[in-house]
């Protein structure tokens, strides 16, 4: 008679685990249905903190390199200070706006063409004219860190 009853509640208790276990598996259904449809608004314009003062070293064609420094404000303008190291005459000046589509970084220059960024976190990566990535062996020397 112990025996009957040991095993009465041993399947009693199996059945409750199981019962809880599914009413569990039926939840997780539910929430996986409402966040299927639930799109992904996360980039780089609202999930970093894009403004701030970048800085970093391009490759020259006649010289050692151009110490860039670029400031990019919360008002969306920004200020750019190039130095064309061992060069008379070489600091320039450029400012105007930025938009950020993505995590596609674009500045606007008062009377220049459009130049392109890549927005990492606290990375600042230089494309090309067709928003492509440079390619060879200096690409590691396009970027711009975030102080």
Sequence with gaps: MKKIAV??????????TACGNNTK????????KKTEGVVDIHNAENSLDVDGVYKGTFPAADGPGI???LTLNKDKTFTMH???????D????DKGTYTIDKNLLTLKIEGDA?????????KLLRL????????????????????
């Design 82 to 88: 190039s130095v064309y190291i061992d060069r008379k």
């Design 90 to 93: 070489g600091v320039f000046d």
């Design 114 to 122: 459009d130049q392109y960024y890549r927005i990492g976190e606290s």
């Design 7 to 16: 095993l009465l509640c041993s399947c009693f208790l199996l059945a409750v």
């Design 25 to 32: 598996t039926n939840k997780d259904k539910e929430e996986i």
């Design 128 to 147: 090309d004219s067709e928003k492509q990535e440079i390619t060879g062996a200096l690409v590691d020397h396009y970027y711009l860190t975030k102080e």
């Design 67 to 69: 110490e860039i420094t």
